[in-house]
């Protein structure tokens, strides 16, 4: 079966610091993986998609960018986080035309920037 | 653009008795994939029901069942037999074909009283 794992869960990092977030995607291949941003109380934002290795696109110009070094990776990163980073991001892969067709979700991150 | 539309930020219902949240999207597609998705306070993301825009009939899960009007644009969930569990955001989701991006409304949030 196929699981998606995300982490760190949670995090609190200051104004100026590097970012580094990690989903990984098992028991498929080449599978389209999406990060989104959800502000409190709100709807979710998509940042970036992926449809394999090494091609991202970015839905909204800001401070942060994506990799995907490997099929099922894909790393959301910042050089320099800012206040407004802060908020819950959630990992996601697309699954095949059929019964289970959607988008599954990773548990998330709650990053806090301080 | 394509957008998604919940006209209710809030909602509330008695435990047992039934309630319907409201969506509706835009679209100048002719097939596409509709979702709820239901995300409890622990802030995961689960998929409630899907409706693919070729099917006349409407998706039906257990107690969750939708009421799909193309024409209109109009896509409502209706949760019979409400539960305490039931009790989150609900945000409603239309997927753009080609680019098999998630569009996502701004949620509902859903009270069950005891």
């Known amino acids: 079966s196929q699981t998606i794992h995300q982490w760190p869960a949670t995090l609190v990092q200051p104004v100026g610091s590097p970012l580094s977030l990690e989903c990984t995607v098992e028991?498929?291949?080449?599978?389209?993986l999406y990060w989104y941003r959800q502000a409190a109380g709100r709807g979710l934002q998509l940042l970036f998609y992926?449809?394999?290795?090494?091609?991202i696109s970015s839905e909204v110009p800001q401070n942060l960018s994506a990799s995907r070094p490997q099929d099922r990776q894909f790393i959301l990163s910042s050089k320099k986080l800012l206040l407004s980073d802060s908020g819950f991001y959630l990992c996601?892969?697309?699954?095949?035309?059929?019964?289970?067709?959607?988008?599954?979700f990773g548990s998330g991150t709650r990053l806090t920037v301080v | 653009a394509q957008t998604v539309t919940q006209s209710q930020p809030e909602m509330s219902v008695q435990e047992a008795e039934t309630v319907t949240l409201s969506c509706t999207y835009d679209?100048?597609?002719?097939?596409?994939?509709l979702f709820w998705y239901k995300q409890p306070p622990s802030r995961q993301m689960i998929l409630v029901i899907r409706?693919?825009?070729?099917?006349?009939q409407n998706a039906t899960e257990n107690r969750f069942s939708v009421n799909f009007q193309k024409a209109a644009k109009s896509f409502s969930l209706k949760i019979s037999d409400s539960q305490l569990g039931d009790a989150a955001m609900y945000f409603c989701?239309?997927?753009?074909?080609?680019?098999?991006?998630?569009?996502f409304g701004q949620g509902t949030r859903l009270t069950i009283n005891p």
């Open positions: 996601a892969w697309l699954g095949r035309p059929g019964s289970n067709y959607g988008y599954t």
């Open positions: 989701a239309k997927l753009i074909q080609g680019a098999q991006k998630l569009v």
């Open positions: 409706q693919e825009a070729y099917k006349q």
């Open positions: 992926s449809v394999g290795i090494g091609q």
């Open positions: 679209t100048s597609e002719s097939d596409y994939y």
């Open positions: 028991g498929t291949s080449n599978p389209n």
